[in-house]
């Protein structure tokens, strides 16, 4: 009977779905956290062309641990600006980690130090594909694993890049100037796909082209990211509406 039941179970379509869905997953998470380290690259070479050290740049990727921020913060540091207009800036961009907190607590449902290691790991890339998944166990599996790529592979990176940027000097002169800009582009770029989504990237784009001549350095990234807050504010009722409509019968 044993030997009966070894083939029916390797052949159970939801067996079979359930593998496939986790082998999906996994190349997710791989594939993000091998993206995600080429932008680590640009960070650690622009940090220490910015006047951070290799270690003070490994040390934003190990604490921090948000791309957005940490690109914001050696912006404003490397143009000139004050410390505190590029703390501000980082903070800005970071208070987004905190709602995506919000959406990922119920899937995880975690206590004690892996709540503290979920909060840490929380960010884009990790939210992103477990909201993707339809089960909330490969949901779970997306946020971890995506979590863990992304933290190994960019803080190599960091270190990688913060390296090279010593040893290759100007970072000028190969370009890499421009890669914050570039690494920006990158992240936004595809989830642009909802109109108010395209709508608040133009004008946020408007505003910094206008203010950048008139305040100092990280000032008008703070008043280009004031540019999604009406949009916000259209979507929220929206947003209520949609799970009044999705809550189980």
Known sequence: MDEQQIPQTRSDPAALEDRAGRRAVWRQALSVGVASGAYGVSFGALATASGLSAVQACALSVL???????????????????????VASAVLLGVRNGLYAVQVAPLL?????????????????????????????????????????????????????????SALGDPRAWGLDAAAGAAFLALVWPRLVTGSAAAAAAGAVV?????????????????AALVALPVLAARRPRRRDDQATTVPR
């Open 64 to 86: 921090m641990f948000t791309g957005g921020s940490q690109f914001a913060l050696i912006g404003v540091l490397g143009a000139g600006g004050s410390g505190l207009a590029g």
């Open 109 to 165: 449902r975690v206590r004690g130090l892996r709540r503290v290691l979920a909060a840490q790991l929380t960010i884009d890339e990790s939210t992103a594909v477990a909201s993707a998944q339809r089960a909330p166990a490969l949901g779970r599996l997306g946020f971890w694993t995506t979590g863990v790529s992304v933290f190994v592979l960019w803080n190599a990176a960091t270190l990688l890049g913060a390296l090279l940027g």
């Open 207 to 223: 505003v910094a082209t206008v203010t950048t001549p008139l305040l100092p350095p990280g000032l008008p990234v703070l008043a």
